[in-house]
């Protein structure tokens, strides 16, 4: 089995930064992935971003490239969501994702994803 934990969120000004953290128990395997999405008001659930345990691999939303930086800790089995010039559209709740049979041309779609966390709360002020 596997559980995730997010942490991190928080209410934010515009053009500030936050650090998402998402730490995983249980068995995990050489294709593991983790990764985040999330669910703005009245919106639905969104691909932010993904990392592979195996090759390092990163991959972003279009809405997120230059701003946000996906990075783990193997050993820890933690990743991070570094989110900096947060804007009010950001505004979400933020969802760590993982698979344990990560396919790219799957990536963004949340059937890939076979655990999730609760979500934290991010929300930006203008």
């Known amino acids: 089995q596997v559980q995730l934990a997010e942490s991190g969120g928080g209410l934010v000004q515009a053009g500030d930064s936050l650090r998402l953290s998402c730490a995983a128990s249980g068995r995990t395997y050489s294709s593991w992935a983790m990764g985040w999405f999330r669910r703005a008001p009245g919106k639905e659930r969104e691909f932010v971003s993904v990392?592979?345990?195996?090759?390092?691999?990163?991959y972003y939303a279009d809405s997120v490239k230059g701003r946000f930086t996906i990075s783990r800790d193997n050993a820890k089995r933690t990743v991070y969501l570094q989110m900096n010039s947060l804007k009010p559209e950001d505004t979400a709740v933020y969802y760590c994702?993982?698979?344990?049979?990560?396919?790219?041309?799957?990536?963004?779609?949340?059937?890939?994803?076979?655990?999730w966390g609760q979500g934290t709360q991010v929300t930006v002020s203008s």
């Open positions: 994702a993982a698979t344990l049979s990560f396919k790219g041309w799957g990536k963004s779609s949340p059937t890939s994803y076979n655990f």
């Open positions: 990392i592979t345990w195996s090759s390092d691999d990163t």
